[in-house]
Each structure stands twice: as structure tokens, then as C-alpha cells.
């Protein structure tokens, strides 16, 4: 579609499209048809992250299309700043897939600070537990400790194409990212769910000096089976970005469910006496590493949000 200037000179109008990648000034835009454009952000102010609505302009000849505004999201997945605020790694997910794997080994913290992100975006979160051709009687963590919080826990081993069906149901309706230690194998889940998508992550991702490709940017795929899935780079560390500390509990479902039976209506679950989170605790009720990750989010987020 193109309209006419007042100078006479000719452009194509604005029309919605969906960031389905973003490589620093550089994104790509799907538009309504599925084609998937270059473009280019049309000023310092726009910082658009995968799974971005934006409103873009078509551009008339080969060169880049323009991005000219970003829809309000409703949901982020965010981290801490190098700067102490927030960086935003992706937009309007709906659902957190948390990937872990026996090798490498899985840390249950990192689980949970993710589970926590996802509780204070308001977004689902479920554990996809890959290679399980490596580890088929499930040794290398305790997946209970999180179903029986109420997490579903998936078992997958992209490998050997196993859960699968299972996975894609869970995805199904939803925008979903894969999220985790960098060599879980999201990119592999992505591959072994979407034959074809092999040829694209190989294209977005670079080979390091072992022969790995590791993810470098977040990419979203349609599954045939519906529903949206963000692959993500990995990581070695990860914390929801800067909270007030009396937030903190709401990114721990069995926390939360019990702030309201503690003596004071401010308990943070420290130290305070009359604390029924701590007495759950002792009872067993609470498991202890899930109760300890929570005092290390509530340090972190002190000493990341200081007074707030
Ligand atoms: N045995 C086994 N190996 C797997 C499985 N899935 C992936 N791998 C291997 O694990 C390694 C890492 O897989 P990737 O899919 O690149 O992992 P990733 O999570 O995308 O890694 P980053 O992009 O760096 O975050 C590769 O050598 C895969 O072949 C599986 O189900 N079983
Ligand atoms: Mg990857
Ligand atoms: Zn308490």
C-alpha cells in the first residue's frame, strides 16, 4: 500500500507487524501475511525486543523497512541492568518454559528465579526437562520439589524426539520463550518440534570454537501444532529485574499462599516471630531450598533496589 506526500513524493503507509528478532538497532518484522521484513528503528528512543506488536513502514525499494512505534506490551521478561534498572529481553510472552538438562548440571535456584520472573510478569511457567535420554531415571534434580508446587514438568529428550506431544500441547494458544543454561538444548526442543527451522536457527546463530551453535539472539517460530515459541540465548546466570523486597514472596506460589496466616501483614519471612512461612518450613510443609532461594532473592533485590 503506498500513499502520496505533499511533496509529491511517494511512501508506503504504516501497518502493523510483530518483531520476531532484534539484534540491537537491526530487528526483523513479521508482517500480516507471515513475510518476514529487515528493518531499521526510527530513532534512539525505540528499543523493540522479539515479540514486540509494532507499526512499521513497507520500504518501496530493497532497502530496509521502518520501524516507527512499539505497541504497549503486556507482559516482559526482564533483567537487571548493567545500570541497576531493568533490560527487556522479551515482550507479550504468556508463558515461561524453564529448560534445564543433566548436563549441564541442572541449579535449582536458576529454576526458581526464572519460576519467579514468570509468577511476577503474570505470565505460566512450566519445567521442560531435556536429555532425558542421559538420564532416564531422572537422578540429576528433584522435578517434585516444582510439580508439587504446581509446576508442570515435562520430560523431553529432543534427541530422541520423546515428550514431545506433550510439549506442543502445553505450547499450544500460547507465546511462549525457552528459557535456561546456556547447552540445555532449546534450540535442539525448537529443531526436533520444527523440522524446518533447522536451516534458520543455523543461519541466526554462530558456531564456537567446539563445533556448538549457541543461540546469539531471541528468535520467535510459529508451531505448526499453534502457539508462538521464542528461542533465547542461553545463560549462566539469571535474576528477575529490580523489585520492592516486599514483592519478592510473590514470585514463590507456596510463599504467597501463606503471607496471609503470618502475624504481622508486613512479614517479609526473615526473621520476624509469628512467621507461618517459617514455621512451614520447619514442619517440612516449605521445602528448606526453596524457602533459602527466596532469602537470596529478597538479599539481591536489597542490594538491587535499595528502600523501595
Ligand atoms: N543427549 C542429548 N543431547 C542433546 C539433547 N538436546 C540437545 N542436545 C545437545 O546439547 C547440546 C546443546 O544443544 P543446544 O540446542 O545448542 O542448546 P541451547 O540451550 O540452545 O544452547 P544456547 O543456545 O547456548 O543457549 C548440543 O550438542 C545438542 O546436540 C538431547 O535430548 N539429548
Ligand atoms: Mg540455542
Ligand atoms: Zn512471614
Redesign the pocket.
Known sequence: MTVSSRDGESHASTEPGRVVAAFGRHVLVEDEDGRRHPCILSGRRLRPVCGDHVIWRRPQDDSDGLVTDIDPRTTELARPSRKGDREVLAANLTQVIV?S?P?PPPDAFLIDRYLAAAELMGARACLAY?????DPDGAALDLSEFSSIGYPVLR?????S?GLEALGRQLAGHTSI?V?????????????LLPDAEIR?ATL?EA?GEG?????ASVLHLLPTGGELI?????RDYAPPPVPVRDVAMGFREIADLAGQCRFSNCLHMKEPGCAVKDSVTSGAVPARRYESYRRLVRLMENLAPGI
Open positions: 529448560v538438562a548436563t531435556n536429555k532425558t535420554d542421559l523431553v529428550s529432543a534427541r530422541e520423546s525457552l535456561g543454561h546456556s547447552g540445555v538444548g532449546k534450540s535442539s526442543i525448537i529443531n526436533a536457527t546463530s564456537t556448538r551453535h549457541t543461540t546469539t528461542d533465547s540465548p542461553g545463560v
